[in-house]
């Protein structure tokens, strides 16, 4: 294969990288951006979407499409639900004081992940594809499902903008954001807001790894490339801001596609973290967005 | 004899956004000298000694202290060069004891600790105290606390940043007896809302308002101008 | 007897004890508790920086990992004797916090917290990626002959745990002196009010700095003899669970107190080992214990124990 299909390739590939991990970031920031919460427990959110979507499979009779479906429904609401649990018996408890809440949430990332160990295994399992299309390019043929989950992916963010900028439960959570107080003062319940975006924000990552689990396979140590990318995404572009958050998950996505095709995928990720730790140093509000931490 | 200069500021001015904390104010503080800086609230009294001291960066003009340039020097050089401040809102460590916290200001300057520790907290009538957790005292303590901390810097000049807020009568006459015993040595820069205190104490009186100097004089000058009236009384 | 002399005699005692233990303990517990007390070592480096001087850093694997690293590609490598090797070790260590605080101190909180966590992780991504030195995941099986330190074989039971208890006692006293010096005052200052300490006169990034170097040393040596005692040099021991586990250590031993982090690794090793027993998910007792600690108990055993009864105890 020449040159141009093979970039044409390298950035397809990245294009779906991309639409995933805006799904997981989106998340992410969220969560940071109306909660000051950095959950370090994110990626484990992220791998018991997937790991659930395989028992939902297992479960579900008929079709691949029809188990896959009820994945897509099911497991964003299970791993929102533990998110609202963790939120609700836990840091709440600690106030969201930054400090102690980062602790508490890597002891939420091992609980998950050895819970997971526990009940599912050490083994990789793979999900079936709700479907099987080919399209045939000039060059090559590409799934059709991974086109199918950028459109998704496109869709869900559609969505998520949509309900923070344009509905009442948007303006709720902007208004907690503002001003945890005055918006208690309101009459706003902040707990159920708080525990409300919590379980968005796991939501989100679950739903990212249904989407990329018939295309990667369920693994419980999944949840660390996941987590590590998004934090990359998030600070790159922002904490808290959603346009930079998708604007960077594009330029990681695209980039990592690319350079994992052309280089060691250890460098690329070598490169990039350094890069986050210097963004954070020189600066902190991130390439496109405004100081936030 | 003229009085010599300790610190003198030229055109500093500080800006936060819109707002004009600090515009332009021309200062001079003489060697020895009790010097108040009264106004309004809002007037840009804490913002300008927060320039004096380091804590805020100066946005332009200039200070020097003791005849060096001390515009662009970090807080804790200007600390070791003899410049003191002790916060508005009490900070002393509360989690420590009262005794570390005026060491860590005698040991900063080399000074004998355990001597120099309790003269200090002798001085200011904390000695019985000195094993207490700073956060226990009372708030009338604690800011006793806060100026012996200073004190024990040995500083050239001490910024109070409203020391008697919050005091009791009878603590308020032992904080003015303090200040009487420390000046000539030390030159003392008050912010201050009491004015019985205000002119029981000072030599001069800077008067700040909307972030520039109104006026500038002795306790009598400043009483008897109308300028300053009119600020003060809303006119 | 004096508060300075109750303390040191209390401390003493501790290691008095320890020492004997090399004579009484069995030969199973013996290995452990010279891990432990190399583990301890590192913690109590964790806890210069942490517990007294307030930073919360999620990247000092970087710093064990530089020790361990350090040591053992120099006995491997360039065929270096362990004394040497240790004393690289220890400086590669130093050095890696020293570099890392330059950049990192510019941050704070939780920005500290995920620029520390950032740099660590890209550091186990270079011992991944450069296989040829490091043998990546594999890591590097140190040779019985090359952990000879001072005519002692380092791989036997008895020299092994001497050997350990020499480098945690030397970390336990420089500690003690080092937290009850003028110095100490200060970087407990700059955990309580750092804007406080720079109006006294302290430069925060300079002394933060030098809490750092300090905590990066003793991790740098808590490496280094980890390679060499146990004969082992891999990436997992540099990787971010090796950054947590001090944290959960000093948290459970109590951050800020000198033997906290002792009582801590002892603690958590014997859960792990037993619980390692049951189950192949034995590290569920490193999460519910960092959120059954951040929840209960946020200033751990010997945290509570001051500030209920020993009030001196430093």
Known sequence: MSFGPFLLLALMEGMVTSAVLALAAVGLSLVFGIMRVVNVAHGEFFMLGAVSAWFVSQWVPGPPVVGFAAALILCPLFVGAIAALADMTVLKRLNYEPEATIVATIGLLYILQQAALSLYGPDARPVPAPFNLRVQLPWFGYSGYKIAVVAASAVVLLGVWRLLAKSRVGLVMRATQYDRETARAFGINVDRVYAGVFALGGGLAALAAVLIVPIQQAHYLMGTDPLLLSFIVVIIGGLGSLRGTVIAALLIGLSDGVISTFFAPTLAKIVATLAVALVLVFRPQGLFGRRAL | MAAVTLLEARGLTRHFGGLKAVDGVDFTLAEGEIHALIGPNGAGKTTFVSLLCGRIPVQSGSIRFDGADITRMPAHRRVRRGIAYTFQITQVFANLTVFDNVALAVQRRGGHLAEETQAALSRVGLAERAGQIAGTLSYGHQRVLEIAMGLALQPRLLILDEPTQGLANAEIETFKDLVRQIVPETTVLLIEHNMDVVMDLAQRITVLNFGEVLATGTPEAIRANPAVQAAYLGG | ?314
């Open chain 3, 1 to 314: 007897m004096s508060a300075g002399a109750r303390i040191w005699a209390l401390h003493l005692a501790a290691l008095a004890l320890l020492a004997a233990g090399g004579v009484l303990l069995p030969a199973y517990h013996l290995t452990n508790f010279a891990k432990v007390m190399v583990l301890a070592t590192y913690a109590m480096g964790y806890n210069i920086a942490f517990g007294y001087t307030g930073l919360l850093s999620l990247g000092h694997a970087l710093f064990f990992g530089a020790g361990l690293y350090g040591a053992g590609m120099l006995v491997q490598h360039a065929g270096a004797a362990a004394g040497p090797a240790a004393i690289a070790g220890l400086l590669a260590g130093g050095a890696m916090a020293g570099v890392v605080g330059l950049l990192a101190l510019r941050t704070q909180g939780v920005a500290f917290m995920i620029v520390t966590l950032m740099f660590a992780q890209a550091g186990y991504l270079t011992i991944l990626y450069n296989t040829a030195w490091t043998r990546g995941d594999e890591g590097i099986v140190i040779a019985r002959e090359a952990r000879v330190l001072l005519g002692f074989d380092l791989s036997a039971d008895l020299p092994r745990y001497f050997a350990a208890f020499a480098l945690f006692a030397a970390g336990l006293v420089l500690k003690l002196w080092l937290v009850r010096s003028p110095s100490g005052r200060v970087m407990i200052a700059l955990r309580e009010n750092e804007e406080r300490s720079r109006m006294l006169g302290y430069d925060p990034y300079a002394r933060k700095l030098a809490a750092l170097v300090i905590s990066g040393l003793y991790a740098g040596a808590a490496g280094a003899a980890y390679g060499l005692l146990f004969g082992y040099v891999g990436a997992s021991l540099a990787s971010t669970q090796y950054s947590i586990l001090p944290l959960l250590w000093v948290l459970l031993g109590g951050a800020g107190t000198v033997l906290g982090p002792f009582v801590g690794a002892l603690l958590m090793f014997y859960l792990i080992d037993y619980s390692s027993a049951v189950t192949t998910a034995s590290l569920l007792v490193v999460g519910v214990a960092l959120v059954l600690l951040v929840l209960f108990a946020p200033k751990g055993i010997l945290g509570t124990l001051r500030e209920r009864w020993l009030k001196w105890l430093p």
